[in-house]
């Protein structure tokens, strides 16, 4: 079955530094990877989607790269500010009907 | 912008209770799923449904039922509670774009905790 990993370890970085997060998964390459951000108490809330055709996506200080032959995904937050401390989540198609897998997500910190 | 509601932000249940947590989203989606999320295990897919009154096993069923019987409510149900049923609960929604790809929207969540 499919197998999502991301770092358990919190990532704590300065502000102002690129924070890189990483999402490895196993078995079938999927058609395309989202990530999500999860505030505490609250529901994950989608981010940016790159397809298995696309080897980097950006959207404001975001950035997503996809690797098929690594089943690696990196993603990027630029200039890194406080507000940006959340848990990170990526996910994939698995089996039918769309169902997505979650991976448990990285803890990121970014300190003043 | 979409929204996803669910009924309750805390819950407190006794074990051997029967609990209903209910979803109701409002932007007419097909799909709609429960989650349920522990630390250091992420999200685990308890049930979805891809239409009014249709329903299927996500990868934890066991212990719990759901009902679809209107397109904006999904509910999920702890026929008996376990304490080992204590967990943070996600409910998501989710529509097919042009592209064939979906992203999910997901509620608040609500913390239950079974004593």
């Known amino acids: 079955s499919q197998k999502i990993e991301q770092n358990s370890e919190a990532l704590n970085i300065q502000e102002g530094k690129t924070a890189t997060l990483t999402c490895n998964y196993t078995?079938?390459?999927?058609?395309?990877l989202q990530w999500y951000r999860q505030d505490p108490g609250r529901g994950p809330v989608f981010l940016l989607l790159i397809r298995e055709n696309e080897k980097e996506k950006r959207k404001e200080r975001l950035k997503v790269t996809f690797d098929t032959t690594l089943k690696q995904s990196l993603f990027h937050i630029t200039a890194s500010q406080p507000a940006d401390s959340a848990t990170y989540l990526c996910?994939?198609?698995?089996?039918?009907?769309?169902?997505?897998?979650f991976g448990a997500g990285t803890r990121l910190a970014v300190h003043p | 912008d979409v929204k996803v509601t669910q009924s309750s932000r805390y819950l407190v249940k006794r074990t051997g209770e029967k609990v209903f947590l209910e979803c109701v989203q409002d932007?007419?989606?097909?799909?709609m799923f429960w989650y349920r999320q522990d630390p250091g295990l992420g999200l685990r897919l308890i049930y979805f449904s891809y239409d009014v009154k249709m329903k299927e096993k996500g990868d934890i069923p066991e212990g719990y039922s759901v009902s679809r019987e209107k397109k904006e409510r999904f509910s999920l149900i702890l026929e008996s509670a376990s304490t080992n049923q204590t967990s943070m609960y996600l409910c998501?929604?989710?529509?097919?774009?042009?592209?064939?790809?979906?992203?999910?929207?997901f509620g608040p969540g609500t913390r239950l905790l079974v004593l």
């Open positions: 998501a929604s989710s529509t097919r774009t042009s592209g064939g790809v979906e992203t999910q929207y």
């Open positions: 932007m007419d989606h097909e799909n």
């Open positions: 078995n079938y390459s999927p058609a395309y």
């Open positions: 996910a994939l198609i698995s089996g039918g009907y769309n169902k997505l897998i």
